[in-house]
């Protein structure tokens, strides 16, 4: 049946009195054609022209985001306990590349940087044993702070088959108000349920409410698989009025009990600039509303729009609230992500009440700082508290979790016994401590227990840490964070670069990161190599070492030490000195050492009285700052010892033809 009795009109609400119905789908084995009727309109008509007739005007600037401070480092002499609740939302990546599109930095408090880090698939095992996800973790050594160390906790949630997916009772709350008007906002909404719509199932049941000065019904559970019909509904919105949400909001719960699916997926998908103006707005009554919904087995997703007069800190805290996700549409590329690639993780539901709860080891950590979830932290008890909501984690779905951490390089805290140990035992060497996690199946309130002791290795090969690394730094300099450290743009699209081709989303991000550099001029380095297709700056210096150590092979006889003196190195970070060191120990397989003669010689390795290195050689580089991103000068030395030496002086090397060519103005031996 067609809806062609609804007309395009700027009074939406006003022609649902015309009268036709489209009801059914009471259970998940309703047909795709509904049976005639008449429309369901809950609101009188008085109600609905009462704030029609007058178009709401938009107001501009008048964003409003919940504001935080970013978690500081704790001592694990203080306090050896880290309490989070899960976070899959991805709201604020797209919504800051909405700003850095439009040429602009986002306010401080839109930038939360765990849903940038969440934004983004990483390469985690898929979980067995029926446990819902897979928990990995990964350590690394901290890009802008070389005295840190970075630990990984990264969750994979179950990926569903086709066959595995549950029948979906879904509501489609429409934001129809004048606000909505703008391009960016009720037009890309249309096109972007519209993909949605495509991967349904006759199974599934579809509801459409609106919206404006008052609410109504479009669509009164019809079959998921009649897309011409969803969609017909859908383009005949249009926006028009002001905005009363919690009358929606209450209108779509009915519908979803009316037709809940038992062991389905039922949900309430809000679309909205979260711009509540009209009624009952008060956010603790629209809460105590969805908290209500949940415990009944009615989620709640929120999907928010444009620009200008956008209320994040609403629509995040409704769909926390609902134990749903929070996505911000900036484009119909993002839609196709959300709505489209990642339907059965927006959708579907395999755990709730997810928290995290980590144990260090203060034999090993001597202090720690949660990267992001500032508005996710949970008091130590509140883990084991059932009744205490925490977030949820949908099918596919993977959350990644970022601590910076403070070796312990004393004894001091030998004493203090970790809590997963009794009284009687201490922690192994190379534990750094116990990750702890709680979660709930769908239908149930009682939680189940998962844990696992930890010691990863250093390592600097990652995809995952790395990638997730850059992405924090990005974070950190966008909120000029008092914890950046030596953090620059340039070294973030070093970080990324080897990932940047793996899937579009990561390309994206280099391009973001390329766009924010004339917004944040201050954080590029003039050091640093950004061109695109050019190799990492570690495979010049890797070049100079190599050729360095042909030379005169007999120096290298029977060494087991090579040193390396990089405090003239200017064209490298300190992360990328970590990187160099580690690409040095794989391919010589000798022991590394980042040093200089005098402290060689401090050290015991270099005997005085004979000026002579009897296990190792020592390589010493100094460099001028790089030109054009591709060249730069240096002298280079490599030394055992006062009779047997080789060097370069004045000598350049240019990044040409995809590799690094080195040209030896003059060299020297004795």
């Not at 036709?20 to 429309?39: E, H, K, M, R, W």
């Not at 028009?240 to 009915?254: F, K, L, P, R």
């Not at 010689?601 to 580089?621: A, S, T, V, W």
């Not at 000068?633 to 240019?654: D, E, P, Q």
Request: hydrophobic residues 35%.
């Amino acid at each position: 049946m067609k809806l062609n009795n609804i007309q395009r009109s700027p009074y939406l609400l006003l022609t649902l009195l015309l009268g036709l119905s489209l009801t059914g789908c009471s259970s998940p084995s309703a047909t795709s054609q509904p049976p005639n009727g008449s429309i369901s309109y809950l609101a009188t008509a008085e109600s609905a022209t009462a704030d029609i007739e007058e178009t709401a005007p938009i107001v501009f600037n008048s964003e409003s985001y919940n504001s935080f401070t970013e978690n500081p480092f704790i001592k694990t002499i203080d306090e050896t306990f880290s309490t989070f609740s899960i976070d899959v939302d991805t709201a604020s990546y797209s919504n800051v590349r909405r700003f850095i599109t439009n040429q602009e930095l986002p306010p401080v408090d839109a930038i939360r940087t765990e849903e940038l880090i969440n934004y983004f698939n990483y390469s985690y095992p898929e979980p067995t044993d029926n446990i819902p996800f897979s928990l990995s973790q990964e350590m690394m050594p901290c890009p802008w702070n070389e005295s840190s160390q970075l630990l990984l906790i990264g969750l994979q949630g179950k990926h569903l088959q086709p066959d595995e997916v549950p029948p979906s009772n879904l509501v489609f709350l429409l934001d129809v108000s004048g606000s909505m008007s703008d391009t960016n906002k009720l037009p890309l909404l249309k096109k972007s349920f519209n993909i949605l719509t495509s991967n349904l199932k006759e199974s599934d049941c579809i509801s459409i409410v609106v919206y404006a000065g008052a609410s109504g019904v479009v669509l009164d559970g019809v079959a998921g698989n009649d897309e011409s019909l969803i969609n017909e509904a859908l383009e005949s919105l249009e926006a028009g009025g002001s905005t009363a949400g919690a009358e929606g909001i209450a209108m779509a719960y009915e519908l979803a009990e009316k037709h809940f699916i038992k062991d389905g997926n039922n949900r309430v998908i809000l679309a909205t600039d979260g711009d509540f103006n009209v009624g009952p707005n008060s956010e603790s009554d629209l809460i105590r509303i969805i908290e209500k919904k949940r415990e009944k087995g009615i989620f709640l997703s929120v999907l928010g729009l444009g620009m200008g007069n956008y209320k994040d800190d609403k629509m995040e805290s409704l769909a926390d609230h609902g134990n749903g996700n929070y996505a911000y549409i900036d484009s119909l590329q993002e839609a196709k992500k959300v709505l489209g690639e990642q339907l059965t993780g927006t959708l579907f539901t395999i755990a709730k009440d997810v928290k995290i709860q980590v144990d260090f080891n203060p034999d090993k950590v001597e202090s720690y700082r949660l990267i992001g979830y500032e508005n996710r932290l949970l008091n130590k008890e509140d883990f084991d508290n059932d009744s205490v909501d925490a977030g949820e984690i949908g099918a596919g779905h993977n959350v990644t979790a970022l601590y910076e951490i403070m070796p312990n390089a004393s004894t001091t805290n030998k004493s203090k016994v970790v809590d997963y140990y009794d009284d009687t035992t201490i922690p192994i060497a190379d534990e750094y401590g116990l990750i702890k996690l709680r979660y709930k199946a769908p239908d149930s309130n009682e939680s189940r227990l998962l844990s696992v002791k930890f010691s990863p290795s250093l390592t600097q090969s990652n995809t995952n840490i790395t990638f997730a690394a850059a992405v924090a730094e990005y974070s950190m300099l966008l909120r000029n964070s008092s914890y950046k450290g030596n953090s620059s743009l340039d070294q973030v699209l070093s970080l990324i670069r080897p990932y940047a081709n793996e899937d579009v989303h990561k390309s994206g991000f280099y391009d973001l990161v390329e766009a924010t550099k004339p917004l944040l001029p201050s954080t590029s380095s003039s050091t640093s190599i950004t061109s695109i297709n050019q190799d990492s700056i570690v495979n010049a210096y890797m070049s100079i070492i190599n050729k360095l150590y042909e030379e005169d092979p007999g120096l290298n006889d029977k060494i087991s030490i090579l040193a390396i003196d990089t405090t003239k190195m200017c064209n490298i970070t300190s992360y990328e000195k970590t990187l160099l060191l580690e690409k040095l120990k794989n391919v010589y397989e000798l022991e590394i050492i980042d040093s200089t003669f005098e402290d060689l010689k401090n050290d015991g390795y270099i005997l005085e009285d004979q000026l002579y290195f009897p296990n190792g050689i020592l390589i010493n580089i100094e460099d001028t700052p790089i030109e054009n991103d591709s060249t730069f000068t240096f002298n280079a030395s490599k030394w055992r010892s006062g009779l047997g030496s080789i060097g370069y002086n004045n000598s350049t090397i240019t990044y040409m033809n995809s590799t690094w060519e080195i040209t030896v103005q003059s060299s020297w031996i004795s």
